[in-house]
């Protein structure tokens, strides 16, 4: 047998400093007296702020559990419509399949550049396909043509495989929604709203589903 080869060629020095990495949050804290009673109106608060030093605040890591386990991946909050986060996704993808079999989900908003996180525990459903007609109408044409031309979550030959499949149908005059593809809408039962904090005394502050309301509270770090 040859020799072992090591898996990559970097120094283990440049490895050892990106994981002991440590940021001091020097943030100001929040308190259960500081937030709104709603929590869609304190996230709305949190968003906006976010999105004047984060490109993609809306982009969220969306948690789904199926037979093989759970999965995360990120996808963009596209709106709130009566309550729901709507995102929209090829309705064949593994995400989907797995929504359509336990529709409980939970949202991340990692907003780590204003040391913040937001956390939506939830239940999805599909949005009504006039939403979902009204979105992809908005979206450019080579994003509607890639959401035809993708088999999402299956294997494919090549890049360029894709690429062809994209090109034929940009080709045709009219592209409009497939019946595969569509929104769904999250409708939160928990928030966890996360301000770094230092020393690690993060604070987290919790709204609660009831029958009678939210019920908020303060959690440990």
């Known amino acids: 047998m040859g020799e072992r080869r090591a898996p990559f060629s970097y120094p283990p020095a440049v490895l050892e400093d990106a994981l002991n990495r440590r940021i001091q949050y020097e943030t100001v804290g929040i308190d259960i007296g500081d937030v709104d009673p709603d929590p869609h109106v304190q996230f709305e608060k949190w968003f906006v702020a976010a999105a004047t030093d984060i490109v993609e605040a809306n982009a969220m890591v969306l948690s789904t559990i199926g037979p093989d386990g759970p999965a995360s991946r990120a996808v963009l909050l596209r709106e709130i419509h009566e309550g729901m986060f709507v995102f929209y996704t090829n309705q064949e993808s593994r995400k989907a399949v797995e929504m359509s079999t336990d ?9 780590f550049t204003v040391h913040r996180q937001v956390r939506i525990d939830g239940v999805a459903s599909p949005v009504p396909d006039a939403l979902s007609d009204s979105y992809f109408s908005s979206r450019p044409i080579e994003s509607r043509a890639a959401a035809i031309a ?6 494919i030959p090549s890049r360029e495989w894709l690429e062809r499949r994209v ?13 595969t593809w569509g929104g769904y809408g999250v409708r939160p039962t928990r928030f966890e709203f996360w301000q770094g904090r230092p020393n690690r005394l993060h604070d987290r502050i919790r709204y609660e589903k009831g029958d009678d309301g939210w019920r908020i509270e303060r959690l440990a770090p």
């Open 103 to 111: 529709p409980r989900v939970s949202l991340l908003f990692p907003w």
């Open 150 to 155: 993708s088999p999402q979550s299956r294997p």
């Open 167 to 179: 090109a034929e149908v940009l080709e045709n005059d009219a592209i409009e929604r497939p019946e």
